[in-house]
Structures are given as C-alpha cells and as structure tokens.
C-alpha cells in the first residue's frame, strides 16, 4: 500500500500515473497501491475523527507501548485493533494538548522517534488548513505542479523531492498551495530527478 496526499488551488484531474485514486477534488488523502508503476485504489478507508482525515501505511510493533500514551478521550475512539486506530489516536492526542496542530503534530513525531516504538510510522493527517505527511521508513516524496502539490512514493515521471527519514512535512491549502517542512529535510543523498519504478 502506499499513501498519497494532494492540495490543489482548483479542481484538478491527475494524469493516468495516478490512476482513478484522485478525481475531482481540492485536497484528499488517499491509500493506494502501486501496480505496475501506477497508483491504484486501496481498499483501506480513511479514518475521519472531527475535522480531521488520517490514512496510515505499515505495521507498528509495539502497538502496546503506544497505546499508553493515548488520552482517554481518544482511547474511547479506537473501535478496531488496526494499528492505523491508535497511531491516529495518539496524534490526536498530541493535537490535543498541544498550541495547533503543527505543534502536536511535531512533538508526537519526536516522541516517536526517541521512544525506540518500533514499526513504519508513515502516516498523512488532513485538516481544515493542511495536510501533513511524515516519512517513517518507506520513501516519501513531493511534487510541485501548476496547480497542486502532490506527496507520494516517487513514481511517474514528475520531478519528486525525496523526504529523509523522519521527516514531516506540511502542505497549505489556498489560492497558492505552499509547503514546509516541519521536522526533518529532504534526502540530499537522494537526486531531485525524476523517478520510475
């Protein structure tokens, strides 16, 4: 499976490299998969809490571990066992607790990270404003187009900057879509070329 995010100024239709998993839309998340060198839907639904999307890919090993740190509240959402469930409830508790979602966002990705939790924690969370990615172990990348910001495995022949490990990055919605990086940068050992798979 793979994720891919967008944010768009206008309605935009992607080229076939991406397949039917993103159509007419200003801003999404998505789960996929790649086949063939194009994206293809996943059958792995979003989850949706409040005012917030969330799709994970991987597996977290210590599910247990990270559980303990999710606020009681957001413990009561959890309603299946999917690892995805709880690494989503655990940012929200940080989103929670925390100034704004970037601060949240950037303090359970460094909590993560020093932890020692064990597992591939690539995630995208969409809100209102923006859309967050972070790279855990699989690669991550983005695309500027004309009209939108594209973050996914590198695949096509788009020009893709690769994220390093640990990184999150934040795309803003509006007129002129932007980005930034929060935590982390891009993979400089990685070229700023297109990619194929």
């Known amino acids: 499976m ?8 206008t309605n935009i239709e992607m080229d076939a490299s991406f397949g039917p998993v993103i159509e007419k839309r200003d801003a999404v998340v998505a789960s ?3 086949r063939d060198g194009r994206l293809r839907p996943a059958d792995v639904p979003n989850i ?15 599910i247990a571990t990270l559980r303990k740190r999710i606020s009681p509240r957001r413990a009561l959402q959890i309603t299946t066992n999917e690892d995805a469930e709880s690494l989503f409830a655990y940012l929200l508790t940080c989103v929670d607790g925390a100034a704004n979602a970037d601060v949240g966002l950037m303090r359970s990705v460094s909590d993560i990270a020093s932890s020692g939790l064990r597992g591939n924690f690539n995630f995208m969370l969409s809100t209102e404003q923006a859309l ?31 994220l390093s490990p640990g990184s999150l990055i934040r795309l803003n919605r ?15 050992s990685e070229p700023e070329l297109p990619f194929t798979d």
């Not at 509006?174 to 400089?188: E, F, H, T, V, Y």
Request: without cysteine; aromatic residues 6%.
């Open 2 to 9: 793979a994720l891919v995010g967008i944010v768009a100024s």
């Open 32 to 34: 996929a998969v790649v």
């Open 48 to 62: 949706r809490r409040e005012h917030f999307a969330f799709a994970h890919e991987g597996r977290i090993e210590d």
């Open 132 to 162: 967050y990615a972070h790279r855990g172990r699989d690669p991550l990348g983005l695309t500027e187009r004309a009209d939108a910001l594209i973050v996914s495995p590198p695949i096509g022949s788009s020009r893709w900057r690769v």
């Open 174 to 188: 509006g007129a002129s879509p932007s980005w930034r990086i929060l935590l982390g940068a891009l993979d400089a």
